[in-house]
Nanobody, 121 residues
Framework: QVQLVESGGGLVQAGGSLRLSCAASGSTFSVNALGWYCQAPGKQRELVAQIISDGSTNYADFVKGRFTISRDHAKNTVNLQMNSLKPEDSAVYYC???????????????WGQGTQVTVSS
């Protein structure tokens, strides 16, 4: 089974920084993408940042220039450096992995349990 465990959330003042980390474990054949999503109360889960297997990255417009996603292959982690945080960034942040567990398997999405980020004004 694939497990994703997030860490690094918490409470920070506006303008501050947080670093989220997601550790992946379990057997996989191929990883297509790793990413971070956020979900605020009453809103749908949405993409924050994503890193593709070729190393390219995608960012939501509302975090461009402030957040940076990175992957550590040796530690099997994906990180999200969040700078210049705003109160509207407050949400539960979820780690996501799109992967195949076997060569002939399908691409599936796996999710972490989520970590709360709260930015006070």
């Amino acid at each position: 089974q694939v497990q994703l465990v997030e860490s690094g959330g918490g409470l920070v003042q506006a303008g501050g920084s947080l670093r989220l980390s997601c550790a992946a474990s379990g057997s996989t054949f191929s990883v297509n993408a790793l990413g971070w999503y956020c979900q605020a109360p009453g809103k749908q889960r949405e993409l924050v940042a994503q890193i593709i297997s070729d190393g390219s990255t995608n960012y939501a417009d509302f975090v461009k220039g402030r957040f940076t996603i990175s992957r550590d292959h040796a530690k099997n982690t994906v990180n999200l450096q969040m700078n210049s945080l705003k109160p509207e960034d407050s949400a539960v942040y979820y780690c996501n992995a799109r992967l195949k567990r076997t060569q002939l398997g399908r691409w599936d999405d796996y999710w972490g349990q989520g970590t709360q980020v709260t930015v006070s004004s």
